[in-house]
């Protein structure tokens, strides 16, 4: 049973800066991939990032390219996201989740099998 934990939201003024984590542990596939999604009141939950853990791979979302790095540290299964250069429009809950093999759409939360319970992200004007 795979089980994802979210860390590190918070409340930030914009133009500021934090790093989310997501713990990942009963993960038995060698690759898979990861991604990053967010929503806030009344809105879709809507991707942000995903890594293939394969190769290494990123991809993003237009709104937050040049802004938001990806990443993971394989030994640990940790996902993280470092969020620079925050805006008020980044305000949601923000969750993790896996895509098993075979993958789908990387943005799409349809084919993302796992989830995390989400971690807040403020960011104030």
């Known amino acids: 049973q795979v089980q994802l934990v979210e860390s590190g939201g918070g409340s930030v003024q914009a133009g500021g800066s934090l790093t989310l984590s997501c713990a990942a542990s009963g993960v038995t596939w060698s690759t898979y991939c990861m991604g990053w999604f967010r929503q806030a009141p009344g809105k879709e939950r809507e991707a942000v990032a995903a890594?293939?853990?394969?190769?290494?791979?990123?991809v993003y979302a237009d709104s937050v390219k040049g802004r938001f790095t990806i990443s993971q540290a394989n030994a640990q299964n940790t996902l993280y996201l470092r969020m620079n250069n925050l805006k008020p429009e980044d305000t949601a809950m923000y969750y993790c989740?896996?895509?098993?093999?075979?993958?789908?759409?990387?943005?799409?939360?349809?084919?993302?099998?796992?989830w995390g319970q989400g971690t807040q992200v403020t960011v104030s004007s």
């Open positions: 890594i293939y853990t394969g190769g290494g791979t990123t």
């Open positions: 989740a896996v895509d098993p093999p075979p993958y789908g759409i990387w943005y799409s939360p349809y084919y993302y099998t796992f």
